[in-house]
T-cell receptor
């Protein structure tokens, strides 16, 4: 089954404790991206990757890191999480880019930073 | 910069009522336009899309027409069902200047359909 898998689905942690949210897709997609969803703000793009070893900032990259060492994986790293990063996070992938491509979304990761 | 504006919700309708969710956009180039739907506890799913002016996207009884003159992409359905209850997001991807790598989302509109 074609899917985007995020882990964990839920995480409660404390300020400053490094965490990684994993994202994996099995569709051989070149493009992957991360979004955060906050009430009243919709989805905002954090980072995206056009292909292996190619990443770029989205609209809200501060406090986040990403890497793309393999085509299927695109982890989101919070080196020193802060309470303002409490949010619902989504990973998405597509064959290439966003112009005419449907994005395939994971089911989301709800992070709470205390 | 590019932006998407959606009507605020929640929108509450009775089953079989007509649905309109307004969406307008601002873009510097020639955007593709999308509607995504998010059911409770799930990720977003593409509902429909349109890639150029006057295109009509349609799926599952939903329709939206790309109106360049009014910079709009309103979502409509003639007869909603309880199972349509979800959050609907309008989004654009601007192809101008090679900027094809970002999706800009609206804030989302919660639709609640009552039996």
């Amino acid at each position: 089954e074609a899917q985007v898998t995020q882990n964990p689905r839920y995480l409660i942690t404390v300020t400053g404790k490094k965490l990684t949210v994993t994202c994996s897709q099995n569709m051989n997609h070149e493009y992957m991206s991360w979004y955060r969803q906050d009430p009243g703000l919709g989805l905002r793009q954090i980072y995206y990757s056009m292909n292996v070893e190619v990443t770029d900032k989205g609209d809200v990259p501060e406090g986040y890191k990403v890497s793309r060492k393999e085509k299927r994986n695109f982890p989101l790293i919070l080196e020193s999480p802060s309470p303002n990063q409490t949010s619902l996070y989504f990973c998405a992938s597509s064959l290439f880019g966003t112009a005419n491509q449907p994005q395939h979304f994971g089911d989301g990761t709800r992070l709470s930073i205390l | 910069g590019d932006s998407v504006t959606q009507m605020e919700g929640p929108v509450t309708l009775s089953e079989e009522a007509f649905l309109t969710i307004n969406c307008t956009y601002t873009a510097t180039g020639y955007p593709s336009l999308f509607w995504y739907v998010q059911y409770p506890g799930e990720g977003l799913q593409l509902l429909l899309k349109a890639t150029k002016a006057d295109d009509k996207g349609s799926n599952k009884g939903f329709e939206a027409t790309y109106r360049k003159e009014t910079t709009s992409f309103h979502l409509e359905k003639g007869s909603v069902q309880v199972s349509d209850s979800a959050v609907y997001f309008c989004a654009l991807s601007d192809r101008g200047g090679g900027a094809t790598n970002k999706l800009i989302f609206g804030t989302g509109t919660l639709l609640a359909v009552q039996p």
